[in-house]
T-cell receptor
Framework: KNEVEQSPQNLTAQEGEFITINCSYSVGISALHWLQQHPGGGIVSLFM?????KKHGRLIATINIQEKHSSLHITASHPRDSAVYICAVRSRSNYQLIWGAGTKLIIKP | SQTIHQWPATLVQPVGSPLSLECTVEGTSNPNLYWYRQAAGRGLQLLFY??????ISSEVPQNLSASRPQDRQFILSSKKLLLSDSGFYLC???????????FGQGTRLTVV
């Protein structure tokens, strides 16, 4: 079993829908990152969380440390949100980054 | 401010040719540096990490090597590329014991 699991692996939705991507992890962490990878490969760091909730524009990220779970939400989704969303956790024991496999999101107009 | 530069963004190389990808960090000193690779359809995998100049740890034995000639410079190399080296390569850095990590834009390598 991977130490970081993302779900779903693939998600297709219509423009305007509310999107939720989940990330569960099994190790103790010091931080969790959400990143966005565009079709060309470029990576953008969206959020770094160690507790609670963060919001940036239409993106919201939450983390529950006790349940070892984080969610990334996109409100009023748009075709330009189409990308791969990756969850990565920073291990508290060795400070290495452990990556999820990513969620491929397609938003149809 | 803290920034990370990784180049080139895309690269097409023939089989058997050498490779050199460079990553440099600004705005910090003595960072931990990382090289990751993402093969097609898969998650990012740690290749190398470095906690200081000349100190390289390899996570996965392969056709690649890494070097850290300066505190804020991390280089990924290969003497002879294989088709299987194609993928997306990402450089990142963090501070020892810290929570934040910073990511380069990545390099998409296609070996033909």
């Amino acid at each position: 079993k991977n130490e970081v699991e993302q779900s779903p692996q693939n998600l297709t939705a219509q423009e305007g829908e509310f999107i939720t991507i989940n990330c569960s992890y099994s190790v103790g962490i010091s931080a969790l990152h959400w990143l966005q990878q565009h079709p060309g490969g470029g990576i953008v760091s969206l959020f770094m969380l160690s507790s609670g909730k963060k919001k940036h524009g239409r993106l919201i990220a939450t983390i529950n440390i006790q349940e070892k779970h984080s969610s990334l939400h996109i409100t009023a989704s748009h075709p330009r949100d189409s990308a791969v969303y990756i969850c990565a956790v920073r291990s508290r024991s060795n400070y290495q980054l452990i990556w999820g496999a990513g969620t491929k999101l397609i938003i149809k107009p | 401010s803290q920034t990370i530069h990784q180049w080139p963004a895309t690269l097409v190389q023939p089989v058997g040719s050498p490779l050199s990808l460079e990553c440099t960090v600004e705005g910090t000193s003595n960072p931990n540096l990382y090289w990751y690779r993402q093969a097609a359809g898969r998650g990012l995998q740690l290749l190398f990490y470095s906690v200081g100049i000349g100190q390289i740890s390899s996570e996965v034995p392969q056709n690649l090597s890494a070097s850290r000639p300066q505190d804020r410079q991390f280089i990924l190399s290969s003497k002879k590329l294989l088709l299987s080296d194609s993928g997306f390569y990402l450089c990142a850095w963090s501070v020892e014991g810290g929570t934040e990590a910073f990511f380069g834009q990545g390099t998409r390598l296609t070996v033909v």
